[in-house]
């Protein structure tokens, strides 16, 4: 008898039809004699409902009452899966964030847990009991209502996972699994049976957006095994996201993700003296805009280059405040570019092998793709490419480190 | 300087422009120096639409989930109405039931409220803010969200407003105040500047629903004046129930209540023994049907005749138990009829004045009205008449006690 977390997106819960599966699904489980606590997102498309009413009132909303808005798309959720599982003679009891109860700070919109009385759910739990849980949100420790941002349902069933020291923790989304690449792109990808916590970030973090990053390290911290499984596919295994790198598969490669949401700024002639970099960053920084790769090369003269890459969607805004601060600087001009793609590798397996990073190179040489910047960490590389070239350098790469489902 | 508990139903915050409405409302009260409470229920639609959800899972949907899942309809307003309050620079805070906290026993679907812990809510108001409580919820000891019934929002200001000993508790609705009787019945109605609990309590609990009974009950127990005024109308002062009788208008008759939802059951010739009117009625209870008006004649030779009315829609139901009773109790026979009305003359004077039945009798016998049923308390006479006389009978009778707009 081992003791399960699952976790249900906002589409496997979106119409009554699907929270009547879940029902099913979890009551399976529960028949086959395991403890069940299931964590539930809000049925998709009601929290943007609700977000809009909240924009009719005011393009600024108080977060915390944003917090107290949104909390309740979970909350009918909850209410109705407990019905669900009540109607298939399955016992079971709702929680709210608050209820649980599941404390965070007060960083309404983007609070993180800090601690969870799992006490009740014990309770529930010896009684028999399968517990549904609302994701997303918590409570602050004057009883405020906070969440934990979007899409931070994954992170409340890895926390709940910890608390309560689950055997594992199931997200269920609409992918069966993590590919070695996007199969959309790169048909002969392949499912993978395990990869490895840090990999599953670099993934997920490179636009492999199958789980939440945040979650993803909640379970690396606490040993939480993590599991993938596709709600819509009832007999699949998913993928196990380990934290042991034993048993994971020996490839030197995992697995190649790639962002097609990038665009690219370079600064050129910026006179080279210390802190230029926080000169050029800085008020990037203060407008909210997240830079992803930063490239400055060696000083040429006196003067330097420094590129760096933005989400594609606040380039025109990043544009306006470099070229503001390239007259300041003195810099001699700005250029850009918005139809650049990111291409990966991932793999553990990469800290112990050379000659991967030129493998690499060699691949996107030999099919006349020209790359714009490089950037490394220990176990990715990434490399900055015209969009054109993104299927023919995912597939190129998928091929040359031999990621492909075996031939039969 | 004043501390008011303002109540507005599903009507008044129907849309995001209602809400915005009813912002700037409270914020005129605010800037005159008053404190303000304001309690609201869901958006109107916003519970039937989630009762719907539920009945699609289940018949008979669990009532600690329904509890779960309708609580979040007021959620969503509390958090627009402040939005809205802020958008207009009024400061203000949202409270859930459970975080307020109103205390309730845990008869979910129609708990009861135990106790009101204002400490956070009274923080508030010092600081100059104006709180927001969802109506109609509450928490039980265990921390389980429960809800006071339908329609309890009003109970909710009124427990609000005697937790904080509130100068006054307003009850916005769709009427401008109460009236001697229904407009559209008698377009010489007058509007009451006030009127006693007692009386409310038996204007309401007859027909003329302005208010929950409940919360005319629980503002009578603690003192609570309470005024009814109308959302969309700005000038009026509305009714004020007061809970002394001195400064009431002496007028013998405040009003006439009416219902003309009512169905009489007559069983004729059951034996006259001990226990009879239990062995009739008792079946009916058991059925779940509420029974308003009783009346059984004195015994004819060794039986009797006994009559009551229900619900209009009730009528077949009842009347398929009272013929299996019948068949049990050696009864003559079963006769009914469901296009009876019910016409009610209220008012505190009438203890101290003989003949108002006398005139009400009188009043309708001149109009050629047969009078079916008779039922009388210290503060009202009740009369069931044929349905067709309902206008004709209200019309009389308000211009015979001179109920109407003084003639200029």
């Known amino acids: 008898m081992a003791l399960i977390v699952q976790k249900y997106g906002g589409t496997s819960v979106g119409t009554v039809e699907r929270i009547q599966n879940v029902a099913r699904r979890v009551k399976l489980r529960r028949d086959a004699g395991d403890d069940v606590v299931v964590v539930v997102s809000a049925m998709s498309g009601e929290t943007n409902r609700l977000i809009g009413l909240a924009h009719e009132i005011s393009e600024h909303p108080d977060l915390r009452e944003m917090d107290v808005l949104v909390t309740t798309g979970e909350q009918v959720t ?4 407990s019905m669900a599982l009540h109607a298939i003679g399955c016992d079971a009891r709702s929680y709210t964030g ?38 997303f949100q918590g409570v602050d420790e004057d009883g405020n209502i906070t969440t934990l941002g979007r899409g931070g349902s994954d992170t409340t069933a890895v926390a709940m996972a910890a608390a ?39 993934m997920a973090s490179l636009g492999s957006k199958v789980l939440q990053i945040r979650s993803v390290e909640f379970a690396g911290k606490y040993n939480v095994p993590l599991r993938v499984l596709s709600s819509f596919d009832e007999g699949g295994e998913g993928t196990l996201i380990t934290f042991e790198e034993e048993g994971v598969e020996a490839a030197k490669i995992s697995g190649i993700a790639f962002n097609r949401d990038e665009a690219k700024l370079t600064i050129r002639g910026v006179p080279d003296q210390p802190g230029v970099a926080y000169k050029i960053l800085g008020p990037i920084g203060e407008a909210n805009i997240e830079v992803d790769m930063i490239v400055q090369n060696i000083a040429n003269d006196d003067t330097t280059d420094f590129t760096f890459t933005v989400n594609r969607g606040e380039y025109d805004k990043a544009m306006k405040i470099l070229q ?17 793609v990111k291409i990966s590798l991932v793999g553990v397996g990469m800290r112990s092998h050379a000659g991967i990073a030129s493998r690499m190179f060699e691949t996107l040489s030999k099919e006349g793709i020209n790359i714009q910047m490089i950037s490394t960490s220990e176990i990715k590389i990434s490399v900055v490419v015209d969009e054109k070239y993104l299927e023919l350098g995912v597939r190129a790469l998928h091929d040359a480190f031999d990621l492909g489902e075996a031939e039969e």
């Open 164 to 202: 309560l020291k689950a055997d594992e923790c199931q997200i269920f989304t609409d992918v069966d699994g993590v590919y070695t690449t996007d199969p959309r792109v790169e048909p002969r990808a392949r499912k993978l049976d395990r990869i490895t916590f840090e990999e599953m970030l670099e």
């Open 78 to 81: 909850i209410a109705l899966l």
């Open 324 to 340: 503001e601060t390239a007259e300041e600087l003195g810099a001699r001009e700005v250029i850009g570019d918005d139809k650049i």
């Open 98 to 135: 608050a209820q649980v109860r599941i404390l965070t700070d007060s960083a309404h919109g983007k609070a993180r847990i800090n601690d969870i009385d799992a006490l009740r759910v014990r309770a529930d739990l010896k009684a028999g009991r399968v517990v549904v849980v609302a994701g």
